[in-house]
């Protein structure tokens, strides 16, 4: 997903060393994360269609986006 640009993520260097090197992924530096201390919440958004019922791994990732309560994130939008 990352490789093609479907958003950001945080991957182990050995994984990504070969796609930085190449141009095929950039590193970035969040103005507000120094790298020693935990890094920054950042927002996140479930986006998907109202007309089609959420497979398997849709429903997964909502249940455990859920889990992690109203404080830390809010689910809209969802017709099941």
Excluded: C, K
């Excluded at 990504?16 to 992924?25: P, S, Y």
């Excluded at 507000?32 to 997964?60: F, I, K, Q």
């Amino acid at each position: 997903m990352l490789l093609a640009g479907l958003g950001w993520g945080s991957m182990p260097l050995h994984i990504v060393e070969d796609d930085l090197a190449t141009g095929r992924l950039v590193r970035l530096h969040p103005a507000s994360w120094d790298g020693r201390n935990r890094m920054p919440r950042l927002p996140v958004s479930v986006v998907r269609r109202r007309d089609r019922a959420a497979g398997l791994a849709g429903r997964w990732l909502f249940e455990r986006l859920a889990a992690l309560g109203t404080d830390e994130v809010a689910l809209t939008g969802q017709s099941d």
